[in-house]
């Protein structure tokens, strides 16, 4: 088993920058990749960001890149997601997300182990 603990979210204005960082423990060495995904009230899940757990590759949503960057630290086991130029529509909870396949891929049903969700909240 892998368990993912993220923190970092928190409310911020349009504009301002947070970074979201996510713990994984356990079985890490059956990670293969780790992403970020979102959900808004009422929304489905959208896959954000993902990261080789090498962090030879990544993957970025079209409506975060430029904006948003997903990294790796090996040594702390912990995934990254600095937030930039954040809109009000960037408001969701956003959960980690860890893989064992061996490709980048967007879609949530392909993630075996998920975190709790942290809450960041865009005021305009």
């Known amino acids: 088993q892998v368990q993912l603990v993220e923190s970092g979210g928190g409310l911020v204005q349009a504009g301002g920058s947070l970074r979201l960082s996510c713990a994984a423990s356990?079985?890490?060495?059956?990670?293969?990749?780790m992403g970020w995904f979102r959900q808004a009230p009422g929304k489905e899940r959208e896959f954000v960001a993902a990261?080789?757990?090498?962090?030879?590759?990544?993957s970025h949503a079209d409506s975060v890149k430029g904006r948003f960057t997903i990294s790796m630290d090996n040594a702390k086991n912990t995934v990254y997601l600095q937030m930039s130029s954040l809109k009000p529509e960037d408001t969701a909870v956003y959960i980690c997300?860890?893989?064992?396949?061996?490709?980048?891929?967007?879609?949530?049903?392909?993630?075996?182990?998920w975190g709790q969700g942290t809450q960041v909240t865009v005021s305009s």
């Open positions: 997300a860890a893989d064992r396949s061996r490709s980048l891929t967007i879609m949530p049903a392909s993630y075996d182990y």
């Open positions: 356990g079985r890490t060495f059956s990670i293969a990749v």
């Open positions: 990261i080789t757990w090498s962090g030879s590759s990544t």
